[in-house]
Nanobody, 116 residues
Framework: QVLLVESGGGLVQPGGSLRLSCAGS????????MNWYRQPPGKQRELVAT????????IALNSVKGRFTISRDNTKNTVYLQMNNLQPDDTAVYSC?????????WGQGTQVTVSS
């Protein structure tokens, strides 16, 4: 059974940092592409970043380029999203996502709120 568990969200002031974690189980983590999505309040979910199993990273959102970094630790079956210089527009529920044939799986999400 595929399971994704996110953690690390919370309330942070503008300019602050958070590191989100997503622990995966029930699939071959080291050979699976990992994705972070977010859903701001009242908006559609959007892809934030992807980390391929072979190491290539893609930051999909122009608004977070230079501020967010995706990484993984295959020894811990965990993918991370380091978020620096957070802004109010980064407020969202952040979720990790994997495609394990033939199904796409989601974690429960973690709330990030950027506010003074």
């Amino acid at each position: 059974q595929v399971l994704l568990v996110e953690s690390g969200g919370g309330l942070v002031q503008p300019g602050g940092s958070l590191r989100l974690s997503c622990a995966g189980s029930g699939f071959r983590f080291s050979v699976t592409d990992m994705n972070w999505y977010r859903q701001p309040p009242g908006k559609q979910r959007e892809l934030v970043a992807t980390l391929a199993s072979y190491g290539e990273t893609t930051i999909a959102l122009n608004s977070v380029k230079g501020r967010f970094t995706i990484s993984r630790d295959n020894t811990k079956n965990t993918v991370y999203l380091q978020m620096n210089n957070l802004q109010p527009d980064d407020t969202a529920v952040y979720s990790c996502n994997v495609y394990v044939r033939p199904t796409r799986y989601w974690g429960q999400g973690t709330q990030v709120t950027v506010s003074s």
